[in-house]
């Protein structure tokens, strides 16, 4: 069996959506479905992680150029090798957002004539049973949908995220660029013989707001955590004090500023933990470097550039807590890719999420309940002074949660459409 898989986020590249691309790619060519993959070739992103071109197991890959403002910002020089560019990281995110907003649908539009020309060239040079898109970019979906239409191929549709339903961040800025979005949302979803979402309530409320027909369509592959990625981790010694530790990016409503709050309380207590200390791995824009340095606790948090994938998963299994936040006006089906590695390293986890979202559900049904409001200082104080008396457990480690256990079903189900 044979996909042709197209997405926008491939290795290099690093970061959530390239490593759920990867993996998939790579188990589902051990479940014996291989893909040919299309996806953009150099452009400017703030995860670049080359160890996972190591685990890429696609048969044919097609690289194609852009004209979306990443590629070009890519192409004109200001950026040095592995980093991002001073610019990119330096312009403040309401800038940002109305560059994409600039553009119909997405940001990422200016790849869509690249996509289906290379779509063509490998649908023309090669005998497929399916056409595999992850979103976003959800332009991208418009590239898939034609290819599959010229083709009469069946369409499976990954969606990482949600697309017109993401209530708490307005990617669209007017209400035509938002009608012209879910026009086509909805005519991808129709298309489609599969739906495949990151998390149950992506699934849920696509079906409740685009008819209940969609549900024999669905179904849900979490990002899961790796059991090979945990083989052979690097031997680290444990920082001395107590480290609660974050990884990726923090954007849109997402915030520590209410952490920093409760943390100063503590501190100012003489409440914490000796030798206390934040630590934020990754890279982190001009926003987020502004709150730390208004906190009152500066002096306690440390930003520790990107890491490799592994090297990432060893300081998390030597941290003594690991941070999650997602704000509470996210959707119900809101999930960080994440949660599943800070499950599988076993230590406690301070979930700054809504309490009756799917995000605090699944870690309840894995023994983790240190569960307070991102945006409640108060929350999060009683939460952190349950954590240092009660933290010290044993987690057990989520087996259902392997991503091979959650890719043997997608292969499943693909086979189903042939």
């Not at 150099?42 to 160890?51: G, V």
Request: proline share 5%; net charge positive; glycine share 6%.
């Amino acid at each position: 069996m044979r996909a042709l898989y197209i997405s926008y986020f491939y290795p290099p590249l690093g970061g959530p959506a390239s490593l759920r691309n990867v993996k998939t790619v790579k188990y589902l060519a051990e479940a014996g479905i291989d893909c040919d993959v299309v996806t953009v070739n150099e452009l400017e992103y703030l995860y670049r992680d080359a160890s996972l071109l190591d685990e890429c197991r696609e048969q044919r890959i097609f690289r194609t150029a852009s004209l979306d403002p990443m590629a070009l910002l890519k192409k004109s020089g200001l950026s040095r090798g592995k980093s991002a560019s001073r610019l990119y990281m330096n312009t403040p995110e309401r800038i940002k957002l109305r560059v994409r907003r600039f553009y119909p649908i997405d940001d990422k539009i200016g790849w869509l004539p690249y996509l289906i020309k290379a779509g063509k060239q490998a649908l023309n040079s090669a005998s497929y049973d399916l056409i595999y898109i992850s979103l976003g970019p959800f332009s991208s979906g418009l590239g898939a949908y034609r290819l599959a239409r010229s083709s009469g191929l069946p369409l499976v549709v990954d969606l990482r995220d949600y697309w017109t339903l993401l209530s708490d961040y307005d990617l669209q800025g007017s209400k035509a660029r938002r009608m012209f979005s879910r026009y086509w949302e909805e005519k991808i979803y129709q298309q489609a013989s599969l739906i495949v979402t990151a998390t149950r309530g992506i699934g849920t409320d696509a079906a409740a707001a685009f008819g209940k027909e969609l549900e024999a369509k669905l179904l849900t592959v979490y990002n899961g955590w790796d059991a090979q990625d945990f083989v052979d981790l690097p031997e680290l010694g444990k920082p001395a004090g107590f480290t609660l530790a974050y990884f990726g990016n923090i954007y849109a409503r997402r915030s520590l500023a209410a952490l920093y709050a409760a943390l100063k309380r503590l501190r100012d207590e003489g409440s914490l933990p000796p030798e206390t200390r934040v630590r934020l791995y990754g890279n982190f824009f001009r926003e987020t470097l502004e709150e730390i340095a208004d906190s009152g606790i500066a002096d306690m948090v440390e930003t520790v550039p990107l890491l490799e994938h592994k090297q990432a998963l060893a300081q998390m299994r030597v941290s003594d807590a690991l941070i999650l936040a997602i704000n509470s006006s996210s959707p119900r089906g809101t999930l960080t890719s994440k949660i599943f590695e800070y499950l599988r390293a076993q230590r406690p986890i301070l979930a700054m999420v809504p309490a009756q979202n799917e995000a605090a559900e699944l870690l309840r049904r894995c023994g983790q309940d240190f569960i307070c409001a991102m945006e409640s200082a108060d929350s999060v104080y009683h939460c952190l002074k349950r954590l240092f008396a009660e933290g010290k457990r044993d987690y057990p480690i989520p087996l259902e949660l392997e991503r091979g256990e959650q890719i043997i079903h997608l292969a499943e189900r693909l086979r189903t459409l042939v």
